[in-house]
Structures are given as structure tokens and as C-alpha cells.
């Protein structure tokens, strides 16, 4: 699965600079996670990084995004083959 900034963010920007992919960003009201590009840091981390430093527990698994490890892991090697990618 995909991760989901749910709507208890306090924008303490603490998740952005953590993700390897650079797959969070801010949105509108709340930073947000594109789907497209967020491995859980699988092929980086053995544990998401972002959910590791939120301290509010605002990270979840995106119910509308369902991934095993596998692809998340093949994922992850597109995105590091791709011009551009953050490479781990």
C-alpha cells in the first residue's frame, strides 16, 4: 500500500525531507503523499521514514492504494532507473 497523510497533520515538516523519493510535498492545507511515487522506502529503509518521524501519527496505509512488497520494491526500481529519480 501507499501511504496517506490524514488530516491530523500539524504541518510540522518534519516527513518531507525524510522521503527518499521525494513523494511528499505540500498541499493545500496539509502535506500530502503521491501514490506514484511512495515505496513505504521499501528498496531505501526497512521501515517508512516519514511514519517513523511524525510525531503525530498522522501516517497511515492508503486504503485506495493497495501494494504488496513486491511492487512496492518494483516501484522503487523503475523509479531509480528513471532521469532525475532519487537513487538509494
Known amino acids: 500500500m501507499s501511504l496517506l497523510i490524514t488530516d491530523e497533520c500539524i504541518n510540522c515538516d518534519v ?3 525524510e522521503c527518499p523519493n521525494g513523494a ?3 498541499g ?3 502535506y500530502v503523499i503521491d501514490s506514484k511515487l511512495c515505496t513505504e522506502c521499501v528498496g ?16 497511515v496505509h492508503d486504503p485506495n492504494v493497495v501494494e504488496s512488497r513486491d ?4 516501484k522503487y526500481l523503475d523509479l531509480s532507473r528513471k532521469p ?3 537513487a538509494g
Open 15 to 17: 516527513c518531507e525531507p
Open 24 to 26: 511528499i510535498s505540500q
Open 28 to 30: 493545500e492545507e496539509i
Open 44 to 59: 531505501h529503509y526497512d521501515v517508512s521514514q516519514c511514519v517513523e518521524v511524525c510525531p503525530v501519527d498522522c501516517i
Open 71 to 74: 511492487e512496492l520494491y518494483a
Open 84 to 86: 532525475g529519480a532519487a
